[in-house]
């Protein structure tokens, strides 16, 4: 039930283009489920499958009202929150994070960390970036960060992204 990777993109780019007239705040949270492939391969893809609709339904419930939340692809998913701060943005994704970690998974427990959990990456424009591509690169590096710290976290900095330009695989 959320939105698909196009959709969210020709928002992204809608957004932006108010956010610059209307000198407003535009945040992105790149969100990826840890471990998805050990997942997969422990239950098997039906299995994965409803743990990817859970996901989507508590991101969705998580959101502010207006946001749009969407499928990025595979296991990941974002979310624009049109006129957030970095602060508000962070609370957002941190939440759901949280609802996640919470939640009891089919099989959860036979996870690396114990339970189906979630990594997020902050960016905001137009501090980290001002054009789509590059906010999605400085969440994206941000991700990458959270995954490298352990996984279950939310990086969203307080700084530009540093190393967007050159956002890394997970």
Do not use: W
């Not at 900095?157 to 695989?169: F, L, T, V, W």
């Amino acid at each position: 039930s959320l939105y698909n990777y196009g959709f969210f993109i020709e928002r992204l780019d809608l957004e932006l283009e108010r956010a610059v007239q209307m000198k407003d705040a535009v945040s992105v949270v790149l969100f990826d489920i840890d471990h998805f492939k050990v997942y997969n391969d422990t239950h098997g893809h039906p299995a994965g499958n409803v743990v990817l609709v859970q996901v989507s339904d508590l991101l969705r419930r998580t959101a502010r009202r207006g946001d749009i939340v969407a499928r990025f692809g595979g296991e990941e998913f974002v979310i624009l929150l049109y006129g957030a701060s970095r602060r508000e943005a962070h609370q957002v994704a941190e939440a759901a994070r949280a609802r996640v970690e919470a939640t009891a998974f089919a099989g959860g427990e036979r996870q690396p960390l114990g339970r189906v959990t979630i990594s997020g990456g902050v960016a905001c424009f137009p501090t980290d970036a001002r054009n789509p591509t590059d906010l999605l690169k400085a969440a994206d590096v941000r991700l990458y960060k959270a995954k490298e710290a352990g996984r279950n976290r939310v990086e969203a900095g307080s700084e530009p992204a540093e190393g967007a330009d050159r956002a890394k695989g997970r």
